[in-house]
């Protein structure tokens, strides 16, 4: 080991009297939960089928409790997220003009987990044979269009280093 002041020039490790960490070299975290709920909030507002039996898109998300979180260590990004989201879907049956709800539970979301490991449920407002069938639709072809892959979850705040 060189002694102070008789090392290489090329070295990049100083002291530096603002004490700043060049290149995000040194552990750094930024909080990513806001731009991850602003995602979920545009990815899942996109989904919607419409078919024979009626439609069903999801209206609003009404719940996205956790945390997410992009770290910097040695210039390498890692992500560190856990979610849990419920969303509301409503839809009208090819029979009826009556306004159907129910809603779209996701728990799982983490970036420990695997897109199969992610659990989608759905439940219904209310019981009917109309409800039923657009909550069965529901099932069938709007929840395997929901995002299971959140690998590109958290979106990395601007600014940050790669």
Known sequence: MALW???????IV???????NVNNW?????????SS????KEKFLEVGETGSEGSVRISEVTKCD????????????IYF????????WCGKTATSNENITGKV????????NTADEVDISTRQNKNGSEHTKLH???????????PRDYQGVPAVPAGYAR
Request: hydrophobic share 25%.
């Open 5 to 11: 002041g008789q090392g290489d020039s090329r070295w």
């Open 37 to 40: 709920k602003k995602f979920f």
């Open 105 to 112: 539970i996701i728990e799982n979301v983490s970036e420990e």
């Open 26 to 34: 040194h552990w750094s975290e930024v909080d990513a939960s806001n």
């Open 136 to 146: 069965q639709n529901c099932e069938k072809s709007t929840c395997p269009q929901v």
């Open 14 to 20: 100083e002291e530096r009297e603002d004490a700043k």
């Open 66 to 77: 956790g945390e997410a979180s992009v770290n910097n260590r040695k210039g390498k990004v």
């Open 81 to 88: 997220f856990e979610w849990s989201i419920e969303l509301k």
